[in-house]
């Protein structure tokens, strides 16, 4: 007996080795491989950044880089193609279900709500679709187009010239492009602060405040820390306290007032975890 019992523990030992050494080379190639990806994207947008500093500025490089630059506009005239597909695609399968923007659009209906300012960082038109409004898209939009010649924003019927400039769907990360000059992306931020600082509060859904986002995280923090105005986030719930969620927005933002930031946690369905309520109708409580 004591021979199988100590069999068995060699067997278990040998097991849980073999399958920590598994485990520890699938996390080595995991990372490898998320590191490969970080590597190739900031190469990507390395490139667009040089490629929209020489493309009228550096005659000796004008040619070959115009050249990239068109292949480049192509690859994302197919992307932007493809955005569209799965949007319509989508509308189709999801349109009418109680997702975010349904919640948002079903309390606007029955005057529980009046929305100043809508705002999104997805590139679709999905919002737009359901909300029936006007949508500032502080990332760009399938719908957008850049020439990087006039640094001018809108959509391509409104940038055509007789000139024929390269016109490139607004669709790159913010440290790929520098459209934050345009006057056009200048307005489109003031207008929205400007009427998110009349509002009664402020409501983000599913929005990260990442690190590529400071521009907006710029507006929400004057909003929050000058303004003193209420942000209201609604997020997933996964069991986190409100107050670790607080901070974890507050150090992101980089805001003084803590107080103003109020959490929602809310289940697949958009009901506030634990209580049954959409989160539209609890913000009216708090």
């Known amino acids: 007996m004591q021979e199988l019992a100590a069999t068995a523990i060699n067997d278990a ?14 996390y080595k190639q995991d990372s490898s491989e998320l590191q490969k990806e970080y590597d190739r994207l900031a190469e990507r947008n390395q490139n667009i950044d040089d490629m929209f500093l020489n493309l009228y500025s550096d005659e000796a490089k004008g040619i070959v880089t115009e050249q990239r630059f068109i292949k480049l506009t192509e690859g994302l005239e197919d992307e932007q193609k493809e955005n ?41 038109k999905f919002i737009a679709e359901i909300l029936k409004c006007e949508i500032a898209y502080l990332n760009g939009s399938t719908e957008i187009w850049y020439d990087p010649y006039l640094n001018r924003l809108g959509t391509h019927s409104e940038l055509e010239t007789e000139e024929n400039h390269i016109l490139v769907p607004l669709m790159f990360t913010q440290s790929g492009t520098k459209t934050m000059t345009s006057i056009d ?6 207008r929205t602060y400007n009427e998110w600082k ?5 409501v983000v859904v599913g929005f990260g405040f990442g690190t590529d986002d400071e521009h907006i995280n710029g507006i929400l923090r004057t909003l929050i820390d ?3 105005k209420k942000l209201f986030v609604v997020t997933l719930g996964y069991g986190e306290s409100e107050e670790d969620i607080i901070k ?18 809310v289940d697949k369905n958009g009901k ?9 109708e609890a913000i009216k409580s708090l």
């Open 13 to 26: 030992d040998a097991f849980y080795a073999r399958l920590s050494d598994k485990m520890e080379k699938r």
């Open 84 to 124: 569209d597909g799965r949007m319509e695609y989508g509308f189709a399968r999801w349109g009418k279900t109680d997702g975010y923007y349904h919640v948002l659009k079903n309390a606007v209906d029955n005057n529980e709500y009046e929305i100043s300012a809508v705002a999104t960082t997805n590139y679709n």
């Open 185 to 190: 992306m200048s307005i489109r931020y003031v």
């Open 198 to 202: 009349v509002s009664d509060a402020i």
């Open 226 to 228: 000058i303004e003193d």
């Open 248 to 265: 974890m927005v507050a150090g992101k933002l980089k805001v003084s007032k803590n107080r103003n930031i109020k959490i929602l946690q």
């Open 272 to 280: 506030v975890c634990g209580t049954g309520i959409s989160w539209s």
